[in-house]
């Protein structure tokens, strides 16, 4: 008993020592307990007084927020995957002193003044990790050296995005997995919690190891002709009409939750953050809305918790943000968008009509049309219409090769 009282003394000193010495913002509960979790296997590894020495730089130190990282940084490494410099033992930011930074308590890794962003560029381990992305993280896969994104889940019962692992799992099956319609992010590797000594629901906690990917937008922006562009809308709706055949709904499709491979076109699109995914029987498809980045227009603010059809509201966010990012002219793709974003959920379309609807749409773009450059585009000078002629023949013809219908 003695012992284990001089342990919870020592831990809970590791914790204070790490709050009083490490700057930085935790604004919510999930972000609390990774810090607890952090300072916990820290004391374990005799890590304390090294992760308070990286943060006491008076610019670009280690912040609270990033705590977990660091603490698993060898755990990752023996499973083969390298985070930053940033996180590893030791480490320090040794760069010069920058006039003109944002205060730690406005600024973020998403974001940052001139001289910080030029910082972050001639120094990538400068950059924080944003504190709205807190569960995820880049490393590069030892094994394939290839950039990944790991992203830590809960599973405990009753916690919201408690059935986020499940669900990747279910749709990362290999007869899943190899589907065409299958819009999913891959995941890699399903990785276990580290085994610890320290008081840690690690059971609770694991890890999955998923592509990096780009912001839908961006997947855009290299898109120079109408097909391309349409394409990427063909996909999102393919993608929630496998999930709808499956019984499950993503209940949080938005910008930053539809991303797309680089490299293209063409590009892959992918769904991810599935936190608020879960099955609903589609005889009698009603649920409770908990909240999202959109809010459709059948949800009654005034009321707690209401009632609603997931699966419309699925079909509603998808021509949202396409309608926001697409810009498109076309009288096809207006009328289709339209009908998913009946704002009676009665008169919307289902995903598998609106499927159907935009492969018909698809089939009837003439070649004048597809061939036009997207409507999202924006030209800033000559330099950039010089830059889009010279990629515009190639993509046509990989347009023509791919036979996109």
Known sequence: MATQQHGDSQTNDAMKRLWKGVPGKLATLPQKELFRMAALLLDEQGRVDDVIASASTPLFGIERHELFWVALFPYLR???????????????????????????????????????????????????????????????????????????????????????LEILRFLNEEHRRSHPHNHCVPVSAFLDFPATDVDIPSSEFSFVVMPALQDVKFGLRDCLTRAFALNL???????????????????????????????????????????LARRVNPVSPQAHWIGGRWTPPEINSKEFRPSYDPYKVDVYNVARLFSFLLHSRNDGFKALAARMEE????????????????????????????????????????KDVRRALTRYVPEVYRYRKCRIA
Request: aromatic share 10%; hydrophobic share 35%; with cysteine.
């Open 78 to 164: 023996d499973c083969g995957y390298r985070l930053r410099a940033r996180y590893a033992p030791g480490w320090r930011y040794t760069g010069s002193v920058v006039e003109g930074a944002w205060p730690r308590n406005i600024r973020d890794g998403f974001q940052g003044s001139p001289v910080e962003r030029d910082e972050y560029a001639r120094d990538p381990n400068s950059q924080p990790l944003s504190i709205f992305a807190f569960r995820t993280i880049h490393a590069i896969c030892e094994a394939t050296n290839e950039d990944v994104v790991i992203k830590v889940l809960c599973s405990e019962k009753g916690r919201i995005g408690s059935k986020e």
């Open 233 to 275: 809308f063909q996909q999102a709706v393919e993608g929630v009409a496998y999930l709808h055949s499956l019984g499950i709904v993503h209940r949080d499709i938005s910008q930053g939750n539809v991303m797309t491979t680089t490299g293209g076109p063409p590009h892959k699109l992918y769904l991810i953050d599935f936190g």
């Open 343 to 382: 704002a009676d959920p009665e008169k919307r379309c289902a995903a598998d009509e609106a499927l159907q609807a935009c492969r018909q749409l698809m089939r009837s773009l003439p070649p004048w049309q597809a061939y036009r450059f997207s409507p999202h585009l924006h030209f800033i000078g000559l």
